[in-house]
């Protein structure tokens, strides 16, 4: 079970960071990614961040490259989204997934498991 936590209500040029946390299971050998909806479009790609036994690398959607930051720390069982300098086009409920594999994909049919959204608003 994924749990996503962290959002709420930001002015623009505000920051936020969001967690997503396991129980139940663990995430620290796993790949993890965020995405992001808003009513009536389809889930969007936001980044994702691979599981290796090296140096993890990321994957990030253009519209959020140099202000999103995806971390993970495996001791804590917990994903992490810094969110920089929100815009409201930011504004959306936000969804963690996780994987096995070892992957960064954009595509949500490739991550299994889903935590609850939570819900990020940029809004002055």
């Known amino acids: 079970q994924l749990q996503a936590s962290g959002g709420g209500l930001v002015q623009p040029g505000g920051s936020l960071r969001l967690s997503c946390a396991a129980s139940?299971?663990?995430?620290?050998?796993?790949?993890v990614a965020w995405f992001r909806q808003t009513p009536g479009k389809e889930r969007d790609f936001v980044a994702a961040i691979r599981w290796s036994r090296s140096i993890p690398n990321t994957n990030y959607a253009d519209s959020v490259k140099g202000r999103f930051i995806i971390s993970r720390d495996d001791a804590e069982n917990t994903a992490y989204l810094q969110m920089n300098n929100l815009q409201p086009e930011d504004t959306a409920v936000y969804y963690c997934?996780?994987?096995?594999?070892?992957?960064?994909?954009?595509?949500?049919?490739?991550?299994?498991?889903w935590g609850q959204g939570t819900l990020v608003t940029v809004s002055s």
């Open positions: 139940g299971g663990t995430i620290s050998r796993s790949s």
């Open positions: 997934a996780a994987s096995i594999s070892s992957t960064t994909t954009p595509h949500p049919s490739a991550w299994r498991s």
